[in-house]
């Protein structure tokens, strides 16, 4: 058997060794970036709270509730936008150099101050839109907002 034959058998079997150990590892990794790509993807599905509970009154109801809602998102859209925007600048920047504490603070400051002012601009029309309801479209509105958004069942049609 010649010499050289041992060494070139080792090292095709190292070779093929390095590969199937790395097709595993890239099936695995695949499988799991596909898992959260589905995941992901039914969250963005799954419809908030506060459009379930709307879809669990009565058509004149929800439409009463639409028609309120281009005012807010005139007025507070381009403000969360504009917030998401520095919060996505403001987390990008922990890679420069110098590090700027205070100002990534002072920018998180602003965002979650944006997002404050409309999150209580909602809930306030939340509780004036409820205060329109009649007491069992009202409770039912309520529960509705209670539930986690994945407990909830659709609700029947015509309801």
Avoid: C
């Avoid at 859209?77 to 919060?87: D, F, Y």
């Amino acid at each position: 058997m010649p010499r050289w034959l041992l060494p070139a058998a080792l090292f095709v079997s190292l070779a093929l060794n390095v590969f199937v150990v790395g097709a595993v590892v890239g099936v695995r990794l695949a499988a799991d970036r596909a898992e959260h790509a589905a995941l992901l993807q039914q969250q963005q599905r799954r419809p908030a709270p506060l459009q379930i509970a709307v879809r669990s009154l009565p058509p004149e109801a929800q439409a009463a509730w639409r028609a309120q809602m281009p005012a807010y998102t005139a007025v507070y859209a381009p403000k969360t936008r504009e917030a998401r925007q520095l919060l996505a600048q403001t987390v990008e920047s922990f890679g420069h150099d110098p590090f700027d504490a205070q100002a990534t603070l002072a920018n998180l400051e602003k965002v979650r101050a944006a997002e404050g002012e409309a999150r209580h601009e909602m809930d306030r029309r939340i509780v004036a839109f409820a205060a329109t309801l009649p007491a069992d479209q009202r409770a039912r509105f309520g529960l509705a907002l209670a539930r986690p958004a994945q407990a909830q069942p659709r609700p029947a049609a015509g309801n």
